[in-house]
């Protein structure tokens, strides 16, 4: 599973162009944002929510985790969908991805152990925060350096071998998904509902910082709605797979890893298509 992954995240660099980081100097302020968006101000969130709501500590372990993860991918799509920015959207992507391979661990680790029962279980599965590192980076970093080479030298094999790896990534994506449901299947039936609605809120804070973050630096509309969705928009195929790899399959993680990945679908979908039937020089509140 972690050469397929490796594959998938090779797939999704076939389409970003070194070009795409001269967002990065010629627009920072958006870009910055959309990082601090990513990897503060969600894991803050999901922090306070665990605190308040108490919930199982493997599923609140799976919050933290999914919250650590850089952003899906398919946000650049949901992004250029709902009238985003799509460069901006593709820029966020690959520099999180980067970011991820230091940030994703530590997140984990930091924001899990400040709460008691999430830090019970991380000190008794006692991880090795480089060994997670070493794995994000083979995960994450070597493929999106390929990929990116390809895109930069073989323009014209890039993009049709990407088509190609949109449908497989799904398709990998779909199995992750299925396999930590029939490997918790009593658990997913006794409390599916329990966790519909807690992905349901996480999701909704997600978006709902992200959309508030970008307002708050007073970024325009179309930067407003690339930072909602890639804060909404999380790869929860990697943190099914780190689930998998450090933490055995945890039920809880699993399950609410693998609810938000289909989840994060249907609501990212959903507002992409309602901003959509907006103007974005005419929006006044979305």
């Given at each position: 599973m972690n050469i397929v992954l490796a594959l998938v995240m090779f797939g999704i660099a076939l389409e970003i162009s070194i070009k795409d980081f001269r967002q990065l100097w010629m627009r920072p302020k958006p870009v910055f944002v959309g990082v601090a968006s990513q990897f503060f101000l969600l894991p803050l969130i999901t922090f306070v929510l665990v605190y308040i709501l108490k919930p199982y500590p493997s599923v609140a372990l799976g919050m933290f985790m999914v919250a650590a993860c850089?952003?899906?991918?398919?946000?650049?799509y949901i992004t250029h969908l709902g009238g985003g920015n799509t460069a901006l959207s593709v820029c966020l992507t690959a520099i999180a991805t980067l970011l991820a391979i230091i940030i994703t661990p530590f997140n984990l680790e930091f924001w899990g152990s400040l709460y008691g029962p999430t830090?019970?279980?991380?000190?008794?599965?006692?991880?090795?925060p480089l060994e997670m590192v070493k794995l994000v980076a083979l995960l994450l970093g070597v493929p999106l350096v390929l990929g990116m080479g390809m895109n930069h030298w073989k323009p014209v094999l890039a993009f049709r071998m990407a088509k190609f790896f949109k449908v497989f990534s799904l398709a990998f994506f779909i199995f992750l998904v299925f396999l930590a449901l029939f490997n918790n299947i009593a658990i997913f039936l006794e409390y599916v509902l329990y966790i519909f609605w807690l992905v349901l809120l996480h999701n909704l804070l997600a978006f709902l910082s992200g959309y508030g973050m970008a307002k708050a630096f007073d970024l325009d509309n179309q930067n407003t709605r690339s930072i909602t969705i890639e804060t909404g928009i999380q790869n929860s195929g990697l943190g099914l797979l780190l689930i998998f790899t450090f933490f055995d399959g945890l039920g809880g993680m699993a399950i609410l890893a693998a609810f938000w990945g289909i989840w994060h679908m249907v609501s990212g979908l959903l507002l992409a298509t309602f901003w959509n039937f907006r103007s974005v020089k005419g929006e006044r509140l979305a």
């Open positions: 850089p952003g899906g991918n398919i946000s650049n830090s019970n279980i991380l000190s008794s599965v006692a991880i090795e």
